[in-house]
């Protein structure tokens, strides 16, 4: 696999080094050269685009903390081109509208280089056109197909985490092989939902299987029990992914629903419990069955040295929750999208000599020359390979299996297993 080899490694095998030793402290500042030999000393200021509230609050309050986290990390080895970095951070509330309305405020009220951060595929469909408006790099932390769909533009890239497309696509065989090959499908009703759909559909359907049943559910829907008794009875594999607040009533009524009685094999996107505790009242009934995860929360008996340093930079402790109080679980499969593409930033700024905003389609250009990424503490979710003409990011995807209480990894996708025909060439488009 190519990859792109960054200029800071000798630095970057200190910083996990030193994070490994100090059983999870932060290095302390001056332990890295300070901002020095850089044309102006002023800082970089980066924009974040967070759902503080609304739906995708709980991936928003993670996303924060794993981004103020790898802020820390990359200002105490240097900054980007030798000069510190700030963050702003701009509440969308998970809402199109003020989603574009963030965009435009960080560019032009807060005068910052970039936006990135945003997650859910409404709000980024909604607010990548105001980037390419303003001429802004906006780097998106989502899953939707939407980037590599050849929908947004030239300025919107997805560097940090694969999409929807490639994760079923990559995890439909093992599926169909493994669990069974009538599906029925239970995910939310707008585009990311839509994304699962499609694609899943195509791809179990490429394996000789077949989706009998989509079960389309509103993503703020607070209760589910009216949905439930759609799911065909002689379905084998019930595939469920469902995001917002309402996660956790979703699961439990999984489980009342099915009760102690037959059920068929349970197949979820880690979306469905994420920030949820496995060891909550109801989720027995999830013993057994699997979830995909971007980046397993479960510490696995086989995680590198990197994957230590992370978790403790991040203040996430082995089951996935934070180090501080157990009962605040983590999105760990996800958040490390922020972490990763803060680092994307810093190479792509750094290819291009970046000096201010006059440079911000040098910038764009940079990270569209980019090959891939290889696994270590800036890339801790693991190797990637990256696709310039379409702005997406391919990688390894996990499915685990609950045992014990705990999610544990039983097969790891090849990259090339998510990878698909590319549907668009932005690097032909004009900014």
């Not at 839509?194 to 209760?223: L, M, N, W």
Request: proline share 4%; glycine share 10%; charged share 20%.
């Amino acid at each position: 696999m190519t990859t792109t080899t960054f200029r800071n490694a000798a630095t970057r095998r200190t910083v996990i080094k030193g994070l490994a030793a100090g059983g999870g402290a932060l290095l302390a500042a001056g332990s890295f050269p300070r901002f020095v030999q850089a044309q102006s000393s002023a800082p970089i200021k980066l924009g974040f685009q967070l759902h503080r509230t609304g739906i995708g609050a709980a991936y928003g309050r993670w996303y924060e903390r794993t981004t103020q986290a790898a802020l820390k990390v990359l200002n105490e080895s240097g900054g980007i081109n030798g000069r510190p970095v700030e963050i702003v951070f701009e509440d969308d509330g998970t809402d199109p509208k003020r989603g574009a309305e963030v965009v435009e405020k960080l560019t032009t009220q807060h005068g910052c280089d970039l936006v990135f951060g945003a997650l859910f595929s409404h709000v980024v469909t909604g607010s990548a056109p105001r980037a390419g408006e303003l001429k802004v790099p906006y780097l998106v932390c989502s899953e939707g197909f939407h980037v590599a769909s050849g929908t947004l533009n030239r300025w919107t890239l997805q560097p940090g985490i694969t999409d929807v497309r490639a994760q079923v696509s990559s995890m439909a065989p093992w599926v169909t092989q493994n669990l069974g090959k009538k599906v029925t499908m239970v995910f939310p009703d707008y585009a990311f939902g839509h994304d699962h759909r499609d694609y899943f559909t195509e791809a179990v359907k490429a394996q000789g299987g077949e989706v009998i049943k989509h079960i389309a559910i509103p993503p703020t829907e607070t209760s589910f029990t009216r949905y439930l008794p759609q799911i065909p009875r002689d379905t084998e594999v019930l595939y469920h992914v469902m995001v917002g607040p309402a996660v956790l009533t979703f699961v439990k009524e999984l489980g009342e629903f099915y009760g102690s009685g037959a059920r068929p094999e349970i197949f979820g996107f880690i979306d469905s419990l994420e920030a949820v505790d496995m060891a909550s009242p109801g989720l027995e009934f999830l013993e057994g069955t699997h979830f995909w995860e971007g980046h397993c929360r479960t510490k696995q008996a086989d995680a590198p040295d990197y994957e230590t340093a992370y978790r403790a930079a991040v203040g996430v402790d082995d089951n996935g929750a934070s180090v501080t109080d157990a009962r605040d679980v983590s999105t760990y499969g996800h958040m490390f999208s922020c972490w990763e593409t803060l680092f994307v930033i810093k190479q792509g700024m750094e290819a291009a000599g970046y000096q201010g905003t006059a440079d911000r389609q040098k910038f764009v250009e940079a990270v569209e020359a980019m090959t891939g990424f290889e696994a270590g503490f800036e890339h801790p979710q693991g190797d990637k390979l990256f696709n310039g003409k379409t702005h997406q990011v391919f990688g390894h995807q996990f499915i685990t299996q609950v045992q014990g209480g705990k999610l544990i990894k039983v097969h790891t996708t090849a990259i090339e297993d998510g990878m698909y025909p590319d549907a668009v060439d932005y690097t032909a488009q004009s900014f």
